[in-house]
């Protein structure tokens, strides 16, 4: 093939399917992926039915699919993602600032765009009655505590007992299997309030999951683009369990209960709930002076402050901030989350993070302190499938570490 490129004049130099999977050590399939999501591009065989590709874009793939092992303290494990870039404090979906997805599509159209590189306006999805019945029964079972992460959790397991087809992972099965997961883990949980009349927008009935309040449009808007922009971001905790599941080629199903464990914790998915107490306490005292300088004093950090990945704002707050402008009932929340960010700025340089911005929507909605945490895992799961599709076309069992033993050399005697 490089041979035939150069006789014609060519410097490209041009591989075979076969050739560049070799390079990038996946099958075949794999190669055709990378091409549906945009990753590599292929050009048809002059008078054949083969495709051809650049040798050196496979070869720009192959470097950032690659991974770098640990080396001392501070050492990284990477792999290679084509979902989410992080750069230049901004975020981007395949290549597309988040912020502006979020201002112009919907939740499950940007789903559907993640999972396929279709961007169809007005996609809509519905959960299989078979499959909410188990769900709603496995989650009112529960005590009557628990909260909804709980019935999230137990939600998407029996929504799995209900799939006989679960195991197929072909990319069409688990598309279907995505599409209708997340109205069902949505609509298992139970309504605080009524549905608005033809909801149509998962934000629109996931609404009336978290909060009494009616929910004016603006309001409902500023949830469906909490939605977009909590969808993926890199390599975090829960998304690396996920595709440590989806690396033993377990089922979606499984691949999502592994994201809903890891998240599980206030330095994660719980997050917000800690910024949204702490707004309730600027507003019933008056002074996020004096909330933040308890925290400093206790040797707590401050909520909804600061993020690894942002020398600056995080841009997802910086959104969120804009559109809850518009909401008239937002502002005194939005003030006191100013003022913390304010305060907090004459000690350290932090700057507010998603989790802030989204604990104004939740304390200005009337919402408990856990509806943030419902509302990220339930945009994560979208990114969790994303990250399933691409380690389902990977070498199975490729996250497989070792580990390095420092326990007592053997042998040990018998205790």
């Known amino acids: 093939m490089a041979d035939h490129d150069r006789a014609h004049g060519t410097s490209e130099q041009r591989l075979s399917t076969r050739e560049a999977a070799d390079r990038l050590g996946v099958k075949p399939e794999t190669v055709y992926a990378y091409v549906s999501r945009g990753q590599l591009a292929s050009r048809r065989t002059p008078g054949g039915r083969g495709s051809t590709f650049d040798a050196k874009e496979v070869d720009a793939l192959a470097r950032r699919s690659g991974r770098r092992e640990p ?17 230049g404090d901004r975020c981007y979906f395949r290549g597309v600032e988040a912020t502006e997805l979020a201002a112009a599509y919907r939740y499950e159209e940007v789903a559907e765009w993640l999972w396929t590189g279709d961007l169809r306006r007005g996609t809509h999805f519905t959960a299989p009655q078979d499959a909410l019945s188990a769900a709603r029964r496995a989650a009112a079972s529960l005590p009557e505590h628990s909260g909804p992460m709980d019935r999230l959790r137990v939600a998407v397991i029996a929504a799995a007992a209900a799939d006989p087809l679960r195991f197929d992972l072909s990319e069409d099965a688990v598309l279907d299997t995505a599409r209708s997961l997340i109205p069902t883990l949505v609509e298992a949980l139970p309504p605080h309030g009524p549905e608005p009349s033809g909801a149509q927008t998962l934000a629109e009935r996931l609404w009336s999951r978290l909060t009494a309040a009616p929910g004016d449009a603006a309001s409902r808007r500023v949830l469906d683009a909490a939605l977009v922009l909590l969808i993926d971001h890199d390599l975090a905790a829960s998304t690396l369990a996920v595709r440590t599941a989806a690396s033993a080629h377990a089922h979606p199903y499984a691949v999502v209960s592994a994201g809903f464990g890891a998240m599980d914790g206030p330095l994660h998915g719980a997050a917000s709930g800690l910024a949204h107490r702490m707004l309730l306490e600027v507003l019933e005292r008056g002074s996020a002076a004096a909330v933040v300088a308890d925290h400093l004093r206790a040797g707590r950090r401050i909520p909804g402050l600061g993020h690894p990945l942002y020398s600056g704002e995080d841009p997802r707050a910086r959104a969120l901030f804009a559109l809850l402008e518009d909401v008239p009932q937002a502002r005194s929340a939005l003030q006191a989350a100013r003022g913390v960010v304010g305060t907090a700025a004459r000690h350290t340089a932090l700057h507010a993070n998603v989790d802030l911005a989204l604990a104004v929507l939740t304390v200005s909605a009337g919402m408990p302190a856990e509806a943030g945490e419902t509302v990220f895992a339930v945009a994560r799961t ?34």
């Not at 001392?72 to 290679?80: D, I, L, N, V, Y």
């Not at 691409?390 to 205790?415: D, I």
């Open 71 to 87: 080396s001392g303290a501070g050492g990284e494990w990477a792999m290679g993602t084509g979902i989410t870039l992080i750069e």
């Open 382 to 415: 979208a990114g969790w499938i994303a990250h399933a599709l691409e380690e389902y076309a990977e070498r199975p069992l490729r996250m497989r570490l070792r580990g390095q033993y420092n326990g007592p050399r053997p042998p040990q005697p018998l205790p």
